[in-house]
């Protein structure tokens, strides 16, 4: 005796199946959007640290140009030569004011 095979599914095993396929589908798309968005998100991110990593090391050569000058100016031989250009001198002989003598003349 053959047994009677039925091969054709029913309704609501296609119903579940198409349901299936439509949340497998959705969740596909998801994905391929929040995976597009994220990177895009990330590349734009990138740029800005890039622009931030600029300005920071122009900053930083900024800087470095900054205190060269000012160990220059401050340098010895520089300060030397500018107090010439002003006046001064190396003055060896010193006048000193007794302070005694002010008190008493301020009296």
């Keep these: 005796m053959v ?11 296609r119903n579940i199946r198409l349901t299936f396929i439509k949340i497998g589908l959705s969740m596909l798309i998801f994905t391929l959007v929040a995976e597009i968005w994220v990177a895009n998100g990330l590349s734009t991110y990138g740029m ?15 800087n470095q140009v900054l205190e060269n000058e000012i160990a220059q100016r401050g340098s ?6 500018k107090a010439s250009q002003l006046g001064f001198t190396d003055e060896k002989n010193f006048e000193y004011i007794d302070s005694f003598n002010l008190a008493s003349v301020i009296k």
């Design 3 to 13: 047994k009677n095979l039925n091969f054709h599914k029913t309704d609501a095993q």
């Design 48 to 62: 800005k640290l890039t622009v931030i990593d600029n300005k920071m090391k122009n900053l930083q050569l900024e």
């Design 76 to 81: 010895y031989n520089q300060v030397f030569s």
